[in-house]
C-alpha cells in the first residue's frame, strides 16, 4: 500500500520543490526577446502561406528578375484547386505562360518533366502539374529562399509581424 509523501525522505522531497520551480518557468510566457526570436521565417512553406511574407518574397524575386518560379508556382496552386470544367484552359494558359520553350516567364524544368507536361497536355487532370511544382519549389528553397532570408525584404518584413 502506498503511504504517501510521509514515506519519502525530506532531502527528496526539497530536490523534487526545487525540480518543480525550475520546471514551471518553461512554461511561463516568453520573454520580449523569445518573442521576437519566434519572428523568424523557419521554412519556404511558412513564408508561401503568410500574406504579408508572400509578398515580401515576390517583390524580392522582382528584384532578382525572377518572379516567374512563384508566379508558376501559384498558378499551380490555383490549377489544383479548379473546377474540372476550367482545367483544360488553365492548363494551356500554364504550359503557354511557363512551360513552352517560348514561354514568356519560362522556368527552369527539366527535359523529362517538360516532356511528360507535353504528354499529359490532352487529358488535364488536378495533379498533372505537381511533379513540376515540386521541382520549382525545390529550386526556390535551395536557391530564391536562402538569398531572400539575407535581404532588406526579409528583414522589413519581420519588422512587420
Known sequence: ???????????????????????THLTEK???????????????ESLL???????????????EFSEENLAFWLACQDYRSSPETRLAEKA???YTQFINPDA???????????DALMCVMDEP????????????????AKDSFPRFLRSPYCRSTLRAL
Open 1 to 23: 500500500m502506498c503511504k504517501g509523501l510521509s514515506a519519502i525522505p525530506s532531502s527528496c522531497l526539497e530536490k523534487a520543490k526545487g525540480m518543480r520551480v525550475m520546471l
Open 30 to 44: 516568453p520573454h520580449k526577446h523569445r518573442a521576437q526570436e519566434e519572428k523568424t521565417v523557419h521554412d519556404l
Open 49 to 63: 502561406n503568410s500574406k504579408s511574407g508572400l509578398q515580401a518574397f515576390r517583390w524580392f524575386l522582382r528584384s
Open 92 to 94: 494551356s494558359s500554364i
Open 104 to 114: 514568356p516567364q519560362e522556368v527552369n524544368l527539366d527535359s523529362e518533366t517538360r
Open 125 to 140: 487532370a488536378t495533379n498533372m502539374f505537381d511533379e513540376a511544382q515540386q521541382r520549382i519549389y525545390c529550386l526556390m
